[in-house]
């Protein structure tokens, strides 16, 4: 007696993905992720946690539709006035910009830390006034923090083309430029996104902190990249 398997057959291959297989790379390739497990999502993302700029993320890596086509990563920013260092390039005077600096002690690798004296230096002299350093940011009432996301790509076009990463907001929303002005406390996620069935590598950069604005003194265009 013989029996006709046909039909259970191809049940079993459509619940597998398209395949006989459960390997991943097989599911992948029929766009189907039921047996790749992906670690990182954006409801458990990878975090990375702010507290100093100007700053700068770099990532290098690899990403793909064999095991998990989306790697998501937090950037939370927390902001510290007393270890902030950056020079704020929205309110410069005479083509010069103010600079917030740490104090140093002691001596690193032979040299001694530079004093500076301020009773040296009284009154404007040629147009040039005394300098104020500091790192005291308790003036700024509502602070907003610059972000700009660079793909830097790998050079390679038909590996770039497949390849994409993006920006979203805390609520998780897709946003729609690769520039965004964060509150100092607030945070974003970074998508990473293959687009084809094989392993892309990927070179990105984050910078954090180019601009360091008070909300009022923000014009249009830049509200209009607030999250």
Known sequence: MSMDVTNEVNKLILNMGGSGTANPAYAASSRSLNYAKSKNNIHNAA???ITAIPYQ????DTVGLFGAENVFIKVQLNIKSASSAFTNIENSENSYFPVWTFPETGT????????????ADPETVNDFQPSIISNNLSDFKDPYVRIDLSNLKTGNKYIDNWFDVRIYTANREEYAYDTIYLSINDFIYLGFHARNTRRLPYNVQLNIGAEYIEYLDMNAEQKKLTA
């Open 108 to 119: 690193t690798n032979s040299y001694d830390t530079a004093e500076f004296d301020f009773t």
């Open 47 to 49: 975090n990375e946690k």
């Open 57 to 60: 993320l770099n990532y290098k």
